[in-house]
């Protein structure tokens, strides 16, 4: 299977960071294609307050929809774990709630078909 290029935009805004969190991020945020399967972009942005910690925002543009966390923390690398765990939260439950109301259609559509006396699935 190909590696399919990833469209990462990485702000950084008051902080340098260094190879090693780059490559952190990005590996963490590639995981995050297993939930998804038609993915546009994803935007990270890593700034720091005054105080010195950590703000990290990653949103995530899907043809529907858009899933966007924030964290902040005192390391990026701990900001970014928490995030990919609340987006993972959110994808799963969008797919559940579809998945639901798919299964809720398809009973509603068994209820209203009717049988003829003929068939022999009546007793």
């Not at 297993?34 to 990270?44: D, N």
């Amino acid at each position: 299977m190909p590696d399919k290029t990833l469209n990462l935009r990485l702000f950084c805004k008051n902080v340098k960071l260094d190879d090693r969190t780059k490559d952190y991020i990005v590996k963490r945020i590639q995981k995050m294609e297993k939930f998804l399967k038609k993915s546009l972009e994803y935007e990270v942005e890593v700034s720091m307050d005054k105080k010195g910690k950590f703000y990290v925002e990653v949103m995530i543009q899907t043809p529907y929809k858009l899933y966007r966390a924030t964290e902040v923390s005192e390391s990026v690398e701990g900001s970014v774990d928490m995030i990919i765990e609340e987006l993972q939260n959110q994808i799963t439950k969008d797919k559940t709630k579809l998945k639901d109301i798919r299964e809720r259609g398809a009973r509603s559509l068994k209820k209203k078909i009717v049988l003829s006396e003929d068939s022999r699935f009546r007793k």
